[in-house]
């Protein structure tokens, strides 16, 4: 069982930046893959960007070059640096840990006022 505590989201303006942090439980951290999903109202949960336990990173084509993703595996942490925000970029943000089967947080929101 992994445990994901998200922290923080926020309300930033348009332009603005936001650091959303996910600290999880175990003692095998670095070797999960990591990951940030978000959900709009009315949408689905769609990916935001991915780590790898070997520092590989991937991202949703709406995001990159705003948003870096990173990982401290001495605190246990993943990290979104979300740059350059956007109205659409309004969502409940969700940390993901997949070691097989895939553990979520209970979600931050990120509101990006226009």
């Known amino acids: 069982q992994v445990q994901l505590v998200e922290s923080g989201g926020g309300l930033v303006q348009a332009g603005g930046s936001l650091r959303l942090s996910c600290a999880a439980s175990?003692?095998?951290?670095?070797?999960?893959?990591m990951g940030w999903y978000r959900q709009a109202p009315g949408n689905q949960r769609e990916l935001v960007a991915t780590i790898t336990s070997g520092g590989d990173t991937m991202y949703a084509d709406s995001v990159k070059g705003r948003f870096t993703i990173s990982r401290d595996n001495a605190k246990n942490t993943v990290y979104l640096q979300m740059n350059s925000l956007k109205f659409e970029d309004t969502a409940v943000y969700y940390c993901?840990?997949?070691?097989?089967?895939?553990?979520w947080g209970q979600g931050t929101q990120v509101t990006v006022s226009s």
């Open positions: 175990g003692s095998m951290f670095r070797t999960y893959t």
């Open positions: 993901l840990a997949r070691v097989g089967h895939d553990y």
